[in-house]
Nanobody, 127 residues
C-alpha cells in the first residue's frame, strides 16, 4: 500500500504557474504508475495527466497539453505536475493517484484504473 499527499496548490492569476507535488510513502514508489486528476465544483473528476513508473512515457488530456508537464523523481518518492499558463477553467481540486504495475512503460488515464488516491489540493485561478 502507498500513501499519497499532494501539496503546492493555491490561488493564482490567469497566466501564472504552479507546481504540484505528490509525496508517496509506504511501498517503493517506482513500482507504481502515477496520474493526476481534477474535480471542479459540480463536475465529475477528470483525467489530467499520467506517467509510467519509469517516467519514460507520459500522456495528457487535450485541455492541458502544451501547458502542463507531469514528471516524477523515484529517488525522492515524489511526483510532480508543473502547470503553466493557468486559466480560470483549470480551477479545481487536484488529486494524484497511483497504480501498481509490473510494466515500466505503461500509463493509465482512467479513474477505475487507480488503486490509491491522495486527499487533493485546491487550485484556484482568477481571471
Amino acid at each position: 500500500q502507498v500513501l499519497l499527499v499532494e501539496s503546492g496548490g493555491g490561488l493564482v492569476q490567469a497566466g501564472d504557474s504552479l507546481r504540484l507535488s505528490c509525496a508517496a510513502s509506504g511501498r517503493t514508489f517506482s513500482i507504481y504508475a502515477m496520474g493526476w486528476f481534477r474535480q471542479a465544483p459540480g463536475k465529475d473528476r477528470e483525467f489530467v495527466a499520467a506517467i509510467s513508473r519509469s517516467g519514460g512515457s507520459t500522456y495528457y488530456a487535450d485541455s492541458v497539453k502544451g501547458r502542463f508537464t507531469i514528471s516524477r523523481d523515484n529517488a525522492k518518492n515524489t511526483g510532480y505536475l508543473q502547470m503553466n499558463n493557468l486559466k480560470p477553467e483549470d480551477t479545481a481540486v487536484y488529486y494524484c493517484a497511483a497504480k501498481y504495475t509490473a510494466s515500466s512503460g505503461v500509463y493509465y488515464s482512467t479513474i477505475p484504473g487507480y488503486q490509491y488516491w491522495g486527499q487533493g489540493t485546491q487550485v484556484t485561478v482568477s481571471s
